[in-house]
């Protein structure tokens, strides 16, 4: 265990070296792209807002469901099969037809090749699924319907989510998928999170509807209320427009009125339309649905074939640039929930940053100072290497550009007061066999051989504890586990290499003196 | 040599009545969790007027019909810390802060918000339970895999010891139960079982050499042997975490003291718990060679 051929001694230093100067990369700055990595502050450290939205999809369900029921019917009068009692209860759509077509039925849902009801070889399903019942059928979604339909949607809150925290300009926020129905927003940096929270809060979905008075309305009527007065109008269900026929919107300011307004472009599609519904209906009001409120409903005066509008509302310059912003993005295509939010202040992140350096450096000077009072010359061995690793840790979540977090520089910490068990191990070990033993090389020799099974189970386990912790723990939790797991690591290379050498070094100088350590 | 299997009975008595006591206080009085196990919302205020009081802030926000809130100074004098568990409310902290604009001027600094959910509360402590769990549960095959089976059972009986005892301590002193008291359990985890290991390792070593040597004195000369050792890493790892409760800020106490508890509980533990089970099974040279033999 005491001999180091001088190859070794070379590699050891220059690794040593090498960490050292990563390390240091954070707090000068390189040239080098290389060395040019700095670690990555946590929310907690840095500031900045931590979102988990959750995706409702049981709109998404009954709007299939009940856009499924115009389906059924078309598709079976072509088989002249005439659907009876359609109707969609708690996401089960229920329906009869005469006794002689129920097998014809049945075999259509079950038919693999069938585009009514898609089926799925992968998972062996098909996305509905048809019970029989007493006097007709049920049809929901299957298992597998339910989650292609959870993820599908989910791709799309995503785009959208990442359209409108882009479209505000935050710095590097990350947003990733979590389940099938959940999305992870993190916004480093961010003060105040009200402003990103109304704007992923809003559904955004956007029609254009004409108001009636007669609620027996073809396509059918709903009472809708008014956006910021109690007041209600009736408004056809018929969509004369939505929010997909927009190119762009802007907040502007109506010259004429003195008023901030949303203008808008409509698309090919959406300008035609727009022209013809306005030239059959001028004198009419179209009422500007905002999810399920009406923003305005001004009285058509004239044609508008230029495809292009203005809405107004009553807005403030800022809510008129968020309201021009979300229809820019587009519609959710379900509503988003905040299920948790952590949000840290700036400031708070600056006092936590001292707070855990200033313990870093009083704990850290506390255990070098007890080292060395307790081993002295080979207190010093343990110190430098104990420094060495300290570098080295910082080294390795410097390359790894990994996220530090306030209990990671707990873990930090911890580690440091760890860090100096195996070489506690191997002194005490070394003073037992001194007692037998009156040769110091030996002596030394089998202090650290004997020692060894006893530091790799003490520190499997915690690695162990380490390990579940990165896995099951998130955030602030995960930075605490990765510093005590490398740390782990780096505490054995220099406890084997570091201060093994410098030991070797030191007692092959003085191998004749008594009482050695 | 310190004859410490002269009170190897005292203090098992002692643990069994200390696990038994924290159990009784962990089922009667419970665990205080904070929000993230138990859902609602964390505020961290700071103010800048000294003027403004704990029992003012909580009549303003008595008004507001957020249920159960509770304010408490937070650090210093002008921090505080304000917690309810209503939820149903998405503009509740806008509306929070709309409210102390109006009565006590511009004059707060909103420094943490946290959110949770009821349902990403019941996940969160799930999961914790899952995490401690599979913590025990490797611990236990490890320690199986390269001890005999006596020395897994007087771990595991130390780590349950540990665990046990720190939380009945928490509830005892009605400390609260977040993620990072999670992760500081866990770690206690690995700690204890570090210190047992270390002391089991030198007590087979020590069933090796001295054939004649019944495992009451043989345990007491390996505790003995490896003392300094055990002393040594306790004090600078208490060195470190005193540091971190002292100076590392409010929002790692509660990690800090956990470890702290743990650290002690699980040097105390390795000593009296593990070592006293291997007296009472009898381990002896035989134990350890057989094993040796099917390998």
Same mark, same amino acid.
């Given at each position: 265990m005491l001999y180091f051929s001088k190859l070794r001694i070379i590699f050891i230093t220059?690794?040593?070296?090498?960490?050292?100067?990563?390390?240091?990369?954070?707090?000068f700055k390189f040239s080098n792209e290389v060395l040019d990595k700095k670690i990555n502050l946590g929310l907690d450290l840095q500031g900045g807002s931590y979102l988990l939205l959750e995706i409702d999809n049981s709109p998404v369900i009954e709007q299939k469901l009940q856009n499924l029921t115009i389906t059924i019917k078309n598709y079976f009068k072509d088989k002249k099969i005439k659907i009876k009692n359609i109707k969609l209860i708690d996401q089960n759509l229920k329906f009869s037809v005469d006794d002689k077509f129920r097998q014809t039925i049945l075999e259509t849902f079950r038919d693999k090749e069938s585009n009514l009801n898609p089926y799925y070889p992968r998972f062996k399903s098909h996305q509905l699924n048809i019970t029989e019942e007493e006097g007709g059928f049920i049809v929901n979604y299957s298992k597998q319907g339910i989650v292609e339909l959870k993820t599908s949607s989910q791709d799309q809150a995503l785009e959208i989510v990442r359209r409108r925290i882009d479209e505000i300009g935050t710095n590097e926020p990350n947003i990733l998928k979590r389940g099938n129905d959940r999305i992870l927003v993190e916004l480093p940096g961010l003060d105040d999170p009200m402003r990103i929270k109304s704007l992923l809060g809003k559904t955004a979905n956007l029609t254009f509807r004409f108001v009636t008075n007669n609620s027996e309305d073809s396509f059918g009527a709903e009472k809708l209320k008014y956006e910021d007065t109690s007041e209600e109008s009736i408004v056809s269900k018929r969509i004369i427009l939505s929010g997909d026929n927009l190119l762009d919107a802007q907040p502007r300011m109506n010259s004429e009125t003195n008023e901030t307004v949303v203008s808008f472009t409509l698309d090919r599609v959406g300008a035609k339309r727009f022209g013809k519904a306005t030239s059959a209906n001028i004198g009419k009001q179209l009422a500007i649905v905002l999810d399920g409120k009406i923003i305005s409903a001004p009285v058509i005066r004239d044609t508008i074939a230029s495809g292009s509008g203005q809405i107004s509302g009553g807005f403030t310059f800022q809510s008129a640039t968020d309201l021009a912003l979300l229809l820019r993005s587009g519609a959710l295509p379900a509503p988003l929930n905040i299920i948790e939010e952590r949000t840290v202040g700036p400031d708070l992140g600056q006092d936590s940053i001292n707070a855990g350096?200033?313990?870093?450096?009083?704990?850290?000077?506390?255990?070098?100072l007890f080292i060395l009072i307790r081993y002295k010359i080979f207190g010093l061995i343990t110190n430098i290497a104990l420094i060495i690793n300290l570098f080295i840790l910082i080294g390795v979540l410097t390359i790894f550009e990994a996220t530090l977090t306030l209990p990671g520089i707990a873990g930090i910490i911890l580690t440091v007061g760890m860090a100096v068990d195996a070489n506690v191990l191997i002194f005490e070990r070394i003073k037992e066999e001194l007692k037998n033993e009156k040769n110091n090389l030996i002596a030394f020799d089998s202090g650290y051989t004997k020692s060894k099974t006893a530091i790799i189970d003490a520190n499997i386990t915690t690695l162990l504890a380490a390990i579940i912790l990165f896995f099951m723990g998130s955030g602030p939790i995960k930075g605490f586990s990765l510093t005590l797991g490398v740390g782990i690591f780096t505490t054995l290379f220099s406890v084997y290499f570091i201060a093994r050498l410098l030991t070797v070094l030191y007692v092959s100088r003085n191998k004749d003196k008594e009482r050695l350590i | 040599m310190i004859a410490f299997n002269r009170y190897y009975n005292k203090f098992n $008595?002692?643990?069994?009545?200390?696990?038994? *006591?924290?159990?009784?206080?962990?089922?009667?009085?419970?665990?205080?969790?904070? $929000?993230?196990?138990?859902?609602?919302?964390? *505020?961290e205020l700071r103010s800048t007027d000294s003027k403004i009081n704990v029992s003012s802030l909580r009549d303003k926000l008595n008004q507001m019909n957020l249920g159960d809130v509770s304010v408490k100074k937070f650090g210093n004098e002008t921090d505080f810390l304000i917690k309810f568990e209503v939820d149903n409310n998405k503009n509740i902290i806008e509306e929070i802060k709309q409210n102390f604009d109006k009565s006590y001027g511009n004059n707060f600094d909103f420094r943490r918000v946290e959110n949770v959910g009821p349902k990403v509360s019941a996940e969160l402590l799930r999961s914790g339970v899952i995490a401690i769990s599979v913590a025990l549960a490797l611990m236990l095959i490890y320690i199986w895999i390269r001890f005999e089976w006596q020395f897994s059972l007087g771990a595991i009986l130390a780590l349950f010891h540990d665990v046990i005892v720190t939380l009945g301590l928490f509830s005892l002193l009605g400390l609260e139960i977040n993620l990072s008291i999670i992760a500081a359990v866990l770690t206690i985890v690995g700690y204890s079982m570090n210190d047992t290991?270390?002391?089991?390792?030198?007590?087979?070593?020590?069933?090796?050499?001295?054939?004649?040597?019944?495992i009451f004195d043989l345990t007491n000369i390996s505790i003995n042997e490896t003392l300094s050792r055990t002393l040594i890493t306790s004090i600078t790892t208490l060195l470190a975490l005193l540091s971190i409760f002292f100076f590392g800020g409010e929002v790692l106490k509660g990690f800090s003291l956990a470890m702290i508890f743990g650290v002690i509980f699980g040097t105390y533990s390795s000593i009296y718990i593990a070592n006293t089970v291997l007296v009472r099974l009898r381990v002896s040279q035989k134990t350890i060679l057989k094993d040796e033999e099917k390998n």
């Open positions: 220059l690794i040593s070296l090498f960490f050292v100067l990563i390390a240091s990369s954070n707090i350096m200033i313990a870093l450096i009083i704990g850290f000077a506390l255990v070098i | $008595i002692l643990s069994i009545s200390l696990v038994v *006591i924290s159990l009784l206080f962990l089922i009667f009085k419970g665990l205080n969790f904070g $929000i993230d196990f138990k859902g609602g919302t964390l *505020i290991v270390v002391i089991f390792d030198r007590v087979r070593e020590n069933l090796r050499k001295y054939s004649d040597i019944k």
